[in-house]
């Protein structure tokens, strides 16, 4: 080998290193970038996953406390209603008791007290005679009216007006009230 052919092949030599090393150095540059995008596009997606999983769980949260809230309004509306039921069953057991004849004359006088001019008092048989000596002193006919068990009614003249004032009528207008002080007393 010549000298020329000796310098030749080492510039060869050189050139193909020199292109090596720069086609080295690119295919680190492109390496390094596809890292940085793919990091990128990772992290990107990582966020966008972490984020779905908040909205997630603050949708099953919501959803949660949504249900739990239904639930303690339904129960509490299940107690009330059973609290409304003992009352009703309570009043329902009046009549047997002692004062029973007292009250029906009281529920008699608001009704009577609501009309100017009233002529008859109806009210259950059995209350009938509880209001025997009220009809007779306000010279008031009595009339029979079984469904009027826990209450009466004040018959104004000629039968155009009335005035019922029964116990189950009262707590049906008075429930809303009653209720709420029922669960402020049950929940505070």
Same mark, same amino acid.
């Given at each position: 080998m010549s000298k020329l052919e000796a310098i030749l092949s080492q510039e060869v030599e050189a050139e193909i290193q020199a292109l090596l090393a720069e086609a080295r150095g690119r295919a680190e540059a492109l390496r390094r970038e596809a890292?940085?995008?793919?990091?990128?596009?990772?992290?990107?997606?990582?966020?966008?996953?972490?984020?779905?999983?908040?909205?997630?769980?603050?949708?099953?949260?919501?959803?949660?406390?949504?249900?739990l809230a239904t639930l303690r309004a339904e129960a509490r509306g299940e107690m009330l209603g059973e609290v409304k039921a003992r009352v009703q069953a309570a009043l329902r057991e009046l009549p047997s008791r002692p004062e029973w004849?007292?009250?029906?004359?009281?529920?008699?006088?608001? @009704?009577?007290?609501?009309?100017?001019?009233?002529? @008859?008092?109806a009210s259950h048989p059995e209350n009938l005679p509880h209001l025997e000596a009220l009809a007779r002193q306000r010279n008031l006919e009595l009339r029979a009216d079984p469904a009027l068990r826990l209450g009466v009614r004040a018959i104004g003249k000629g039968s155009r007006t009335q005035v019922e004032n029964a116990l189950e009528g009262r707590l049906e207008r008075a429930w809303d009230a009653l209720s709420s002080r029922v669960a402020q007393v049950l929940w505070g």
């Open positions: 890292e940085a995008k793919t990091s990128a596009l990772l992290e990107g997606r990582r966020r966008a996953l972490e984020a779905a999983f908040q909205a997630a769980l603050r949708r099953a949260e919501s959803a949660g406390e949504l249900l004849p007292e009250v029906v004359r009281k529920l008699a006088e608001e @009704a009577l007290s609501a009309l100017p001019e009233p002529e @008859a008092l």
